[in-house]
């Protein structure tokens, strides 16, 4: 796609997402919030990141950290107030820096006035606001749905004698969207958020808001089957056709997307969960919307679930770029709050080859905070364990506290710079801190926060890599281990290579190319003389001859042969004309000048032809054929209206030769 003065920004943005409670505490209370996040967007300016993403910070009781909400046009006072919004927002776009916020439409918190007037009574104005209904005729839930969490997916309310449904936490209750009140409420959230300067949302769980109105049972799973990125327990026990991603929930974004376009520039990126649906990839992708008319950017969350290995990643890099509608713009992701850091599930060793990867790849990349220092999940001992998950599960993967450990600005102990010396973090340090900071890693050329700062800066140099086509490089069974793809426009050509195996991998022609970047603490990579070389681990990008250049050379060759035919050619077609020109010249005859004119231009065309040839360019060929044509039909009509006619017999006139004075 080639960029113009029209190009959405965030085609070309790279998006750092922000976990507010881990990122910067400015208020000694051992929790990040507004002001915090404010006091770093010098960094994030040096970085070279183009927006921020920010978790949610509305009041919550925070049974899931934020993503329960009692009051969705709020700041919850332990992340500062909407001064303190208002001033993050005022900074970074004097930096040039946009602002994304969370939007939690499918469920609110248990303690939000909707839900608490929902459940006072049946007869409550708010009580269709969300999902009630009757119990099964042996006194269960409605239905067999369970909770992402764990249990049934319905809690009891004594109350009113019925069940509502949480695809969640039982704190967080499912909003009703069929109910047209709830649409007009939420819808006015965003304009709150909206009004006050934010560039868009990203829309958390988004194809859950539609639940089949049958309310019918999921089918079991017949075998092993991942909903998510990693197995979930019992959620993974059944195929999820009926609790979320019901077709109804495209007119409501069509509907979120006319609102947003009436803002201007606003962005909408959505979560899609659908990896346990049969071609979950389509599903995915129809979030565009037919016309390209729903959300911007459905986030691509196939890789945070893919390991290191090359054959995988083609795989699903191909498969996502296939399913991808036309015209559509694709996004990049390899981690983020709820899921395992990159440095954590490929390797400290990779990490450089990860951060290559999300900044190279076509599409919009969104950075989760720390990994452009190659941070690693943290170690949380049981008695520090934040997440609801974590306590439910503590010997599983599915806490997710090792991620959102504080962000590490420098090695101060127990610390690192994200809260002042003496508090206590809400979640421990991770045990890097010492060396994988900020503060450690910004003076060195060769640290990981530099290089990913050089990748950052020369996405901004290279339009390729912003906007250029890809194709993967298939290679042979020797470069089997390496994932390599080219960027490509009319101008620039760039390869990207990383080698996930344990062996060198020879790739590329380094006649005419240059290595860009090399992530050269991983593996080296040298020039030799018919390829590229790359140790195991290393990554690099490299340019190549652009299209042009490429077409251009190889339209070239041969060209001096070409010359000589050209120039043979033009030879043979005038050589007959030129005995009749200089006969005309000599006796002056009238009746040759027709063939001089054609002689003339024949011999002067003829070259023209000859230099198209030679210039292997067919334009110049194809003008100089109609040109020839033209001019050839032009001076047979001029030579004949110059020469007198002869005189018909039996006129008494003499000939015209012997008529005329010398």
């Not at 209370?29 to 921020?52: E, M, P, Q, T």
């Not at 380094?510 to 018919?530: M, V």
Request: overall charge negative.
């Amino acid at each position: 796609m080639t960029e113009t003065s029209q190009t959405p920004w965030w085609h070309n943005a790279v998006i750092y997402q922000v976990y507010p409670r881990s990122f910067s505490d400015s208020d000694k209370d051992g929790v990040g919030d507004l002001s915090g996040i404010c006091d770093r967007l010098g960094y994030l300016s040096w970085l070279g990141v183009d927006a921020v993403w920010i978790n949610p910070f509305y009041p919550s009781p925070m049974a899931d950290f934020g993503y329960d909400i009692s009051d969705h046009c709020n700041v919850d006072p332990a992340f500062g107030s909407l001064e303190s919004f208002d001033a993050l927002v005022l900074q970074a776009h004097a930096r040039g820096l946009r602002i994304i916020l969370d939007y939690v439409p499918n469920h609110t918190s248990s303690a939000h006035p909707w839900f608490r007037a929902s459940r006072s009574s049946r007869a409550d104005a708010h009580r269709d606001w969300y999902h009630w209904q009757d119990p099964a005729p042996d006194g269960g839930p409605p239905n067999n749905w369970v909770s992402a969490f764990g249990g049934p997916a319905w809690t009891f309310d004594e109350r009113t004698g019925q069940y509502y449904l949480h695809a969640f936490l039982p704190e967080q209750p499912d909003l009703n969207w069929r109910t047209p009140g709830v649409e007009a409420a939420m819808f006015d959230v965003a304009r709150f958020w909206l009004d006050r300067g934010v560039d868009g949302f990203r829309i958390d769980v988004a194809n859950f808001v539609m639940k089949d109105p049958q309310l019918r049972d999921n089918p079991i799973a017949t075998e092993p089957s991942s909903t998510a990125y990693r197995p979930l327990g019992a959620y993974d026990t059944q195929i999820h056709l009926y609790d979320k991603n019901h077709p109804d929930a495209h007119p409501v974004y069509r509907r979120f997307r006319r609102l947003l376009d009436g803002y201007g520039d606003r962005v909408a990126l959505g979560e899609i969960n659908v990896f346990d649906w049969p071609d979950w990839r389509t599903e995915w992708a129809a979030y565009y919307g037919a016309a390209l008319d729903e959300l911007h950017l459905p986030m691509d969350l196939s890789l945070v679930g893919v390991s290191c290995d090359a054959a995988l990643l083609r795989e699903a890099i191909g498969a996502s770029a296939e399913a991808l509608p036309a015209g559509a713009w694709p996004t990049v992701v390899l981690g983020n709050h709820d899921e395992p850091r990159v440095a954590s599930r490929w390797g400290v060793r990779r990490a450089r080859a990860a951060m290559l990867l999300l900044l190279t790849l076509p599409g919009t990349p969104i950075m989760y905070y720390g990994d452009e220092l190659g941070m690693t999940n943290g170690v949380i001992p049981a008695g520090r364990i934040q997440d609801r998950w974590g306590h439910q599960a503590p010997d599983t993967s599915l806490g997710r506290d090792p991620q959102r450990t504080p962000m590490q600005w420098d090695p101060t102990p127990d610390t690192a710079g994200f809260t002042h010396p003496g508090v206590n973090p809400w979640l421990p340090v991770a045990s890097t801190a010492p060396t994988v900071n900020v503060s450690a890693q910004q003076p060195v050329p060769d640290s990981m926060l530099s290089f990913t700062r050089m990748l950052l800066k020369m996405r901004q140099r290279h339009e390729a890599l912003r906007s250029g086509t890809c194709t993967i490089v298939t290679g042979s069974p020797e470069t089997s281990d390496c994932l390599a793809y080219t960027r490509t426009t009319a101008t620039e050509s760039l390869l990207v290579a990383i080698n996930f195996g344990d062996r060198p991998v020879q790739i590329g022609d380094p006649s005419d190319s240059a290595a860009l970047i090399a992530s050269a603490d991983t593996g080296t990579i040298t020039r030799e003389a018919q390829s590229w070389r790359l140790a195991p681990g290393a990554a690099g990008v490299f340019t190549q001859p652009a299209p042009s250049t490429q077409q251009q050379r190889s339209r070239s060759r041969g060209t001096p042969v070409k010359v000589l035919l050209g120039v043979a050619a033009a030879a043979l077609t005038t050589g007959s004309w030129i005995p009749q020109m200089l006969r005309s010249v000599r006796s002056r005859s009238v009746t040759d000048f027709s063939w001089t004119y054609l002689a003339l231009f024949l011999l002067g065309s003829s070259t023209w032809v000859a230099y198209g040839v030679a210039a292997a360019d067919i334009t110049i060929w194809g003008t100089n054929v109609i040109v020839f044509a033209f001019v050839a039909v032009i001076a047979a009509i001029k030579a004949a209206s110059r020469a007198p006619k002869h005189p018909t017999v039996g006129s008494g006139l003499p000939p015209a030769s012997e008529g005329r004075g010398r």
